[in-house]
């Protein structure tokens, strides 16, 4: 939406077979496209993968993907990182908190550190003079879009965690939240799935 891309958003089920040809492992996100020089289709799946192609694709100017450089050294490395740290530790705590609650073992709580240390590093980041945002200073990139998901109030409520203790974060994250595109987002997603020919 940042990028006023034309598309058509898809729920799908992920057990469907042919789901392989897209995602060898039937995960999402995945996005296809056709080639506008030769009109060959284009898929691309993994989040990180999806967010460079649309800026490759529709960000000629680099405003998501970085202008010089300097500038797309820095988007790719954190938003690499993220997808290596925060993204699955975060992904897979929050699944033993939600889908095994009571498992004692010491995978839940070496996650929950894991997570926390991410966390202290974003904040660490953000906290750096006139750092507005993660990969630039500036403006939002797609670095920020890829660990908002984690690093909003919403997902440390849900991890039952204060996010008063990164005040950094924090205000990231309402300001990302207040943009309009992803107001626009989080007002749509709780209703995909769920129109009148899908209930």
Sequence with gaps: ??????????????KDEWYLSVHPQRMV???????????????VFESTACLQYLCER???????????????GSVMAWTAYQTAALGPTAKYWLYFLRGYPNRQNPTPLRLHKD???????????????????????DRPTIA????????????????????????SIHKWSQDMLSRPAVKAVLERAPTLGHGPDLE
């Design 1 to 14: 939406m940042e990028l006023e891309a034309p598309h058509v958003l898809s729920v799908i089920d992920t």
């Design 29 to 43: 996100p995945a996005l296809k496209d056709r080639d506008p020089s030769t009109g060959e289709r284009v898929i």
């Design 58 to 72: 529709f960000d000629k100017a680099g405003a998501w993907s970085g202008r010089t450089a300097a500038e797309k």
């Design 115 to 137: 997570t926390v240390r991410q966390w202290d590093i974003l904040e660490k980041r953000l906290s750096e003079p006139g750092q507005a945002y993660i990969a630039l200073k």
């Design 144 to 167: 920020d879009l890829s660990y908002l998901p984690f690093s909003m109030p919403y997902m440390f409520a849900l991890f039952s965690v204060k996010i008063d203790d990164w005040p």
